[in-house]
């Protein structure tokens, strides 16, 4: 398997979490504007559509935020040069064996969870909070772990 360029990559990935940011704005920004619409006001004290609408705002503006974090750290991120046989660390581009399946990860300073497709490949973002970071931390191509077992296919 060949790994497409890490700015390839690191754009594609930036691109996904801005197309999120985009659409959690646009969902929060409707479900406030049903909560405060007169036109949604209830009807008996039993009809809880708005307060309803008005807490789904308040969580899709939470995650707006936590985007909008993590679009900021990677724009200031010092995007490292990795090279192959250089340890994994964070800005890492790093393909694993994992229990057979190829997985590739890239290592930034947000987003981490979010999976999209770069080039035909399905990229990982973890974090150095996640703890398979912490289990990669220092390794090198060809290193090997056990439980569950991952095998480093390179680094970059």
């Given at each position: 398997?060949?790994?497409?360029?890490?700015?390839?990559?690191?754009?594609?990935?930036?691109?996904?979490?801005?197309?999120?940011?985009?659409?959690?704005?646009?969902?929060?920004?409707?479900?406030?504007?049903?909560?405060?619409?007169?036109?949604?006001?209830?009807?008996?004290?039993?009809?809880?559509?708005?307060?309803?609408?008005?807490?789904?705002?308040?969580?899709?503006?939470?995650?707006?935020?936590?985007?909008?974090?993590?679009?900021?750290?990677?724009?200031?991120?010092?995007?490292?040069?990795?090279?192959?046989?250089?340890?994994?660390?964070?800005?890492?581009?790093?393909?694993?064996?994992?229990?057979?399946?190829?997985?590739?990860?890239?290592?930034?300073?947000?987003?981490?969870?979010?999976?999209?497709?770069c080039e035909g490949?399905?990229?990982?973002?973890?974090?150095?909070?996640?703890?398979?970071?912490?289990?990669?931390?220092?390794?090198?191509?060809?290193?090997?772990?056990?439980?569950?077992?991952?095998?480093?296919?390179?680094?970059?």
């Open positions: 398997m060949s790994l497409p360029a890490k700015s390839a990559v690191v754009a594609t990935v930036r691109a996904h979490l801005q197309a999120q940011y985009d659409r959690i704005t646009e969902a929060a920004l409707e479900a406030r504007g049903y909560a405060t619409d007169p036109g949604s006001k209830a009807e008996s004290k039993y009809d809880t559509r708005s307060l309803e609408a008005a807490y789904l705002a308040i969580g899709q503006a939470g995650k707006a935020e936590e985007l909008a974090a993590a679009l900021a750290s990677f724009d200031a991120f010092p995007w490292p040069d990795i090279r192959p046989g250089d340890a994994v660390a964070p800005g890492a581009l790093v393909e694993l064996d994992f229990d057979g399946d190829h997985v590739c990860c890239l290592v930034a300073p947000g987003g981490g969870g979010v999976t999209c497709r490949l399905e990229v990982i973002v973890i974090t150095t909070q996640a703890p398979l970071y912490h289990r990669l931390a220092g390794r090198r191509t060809g290193d090997s772990l056990t439980s569950p077992d991952v095998h480093i296919l390179s680094v970059g």
